[in-house]
């Protein structure tokens, strides 16, 4: 069984929209910190967004800041990622990550003991 299952993602013209949605199937998720990460072709996957196991707290990459917003519903045992004013280098396979531990740096993927298998999010110009 797959802990953690992505949806959301599509093809979208640069400058749109698209909210991504990440269901976990874990035991007491409300414990769990989340995170977003994201892989383009021939790159790194690299850190986008976090948030706390409470909701107060988030984090977010430069470069998706100000356009990206996380947050969480813990009676759906959902995380989301709302993503605005996009552009073609937003496109990526975008994953889903939990960490049970607190108090971890969440921009560090070693610290994730779940994973998702991606949702593809590609950006025309």
């Known amino acids: 069984q797959r802990q953690l299952v992505e949806s959301g993602g599509g093809l979208v013209q640069a400058g749109g929209s698209l909210r991504l949605s990440c269901v976990a199937s874990v035991r007491a998720f409300s414990t769990y910190d989340m995170g977003w990460f994201r892989q383009a072709p021939g790159k790194e996957r690299e850190f986008v967004a976090a948030i706390r196991w409470s909701g107060d707290s988030t984090y977010y990459a430069n470069s998706v800041k100000g356009r990206f917003t996380i947050s969480r519903d813990n009676a759906k045992n959902t995380v989301f990622l709302q993503m605005n004013s996009l552009k073609p280098e937003d496109t990526a396979l975008y994953y889903c990550?939990?960490?049970?531990?607190?108090?971890?740096?969440?921009?560090?993927?070693?610290?994730?003991?779940?994973w998702g298998q991606g949702t593809q999010v590609t950006v025309s110009s």
């Open positions: 990550a939990a960490d049970r531990s607190t108090f971890n740096n969440l921009t560090r993927q070693d610290v994730y003991d779940y």
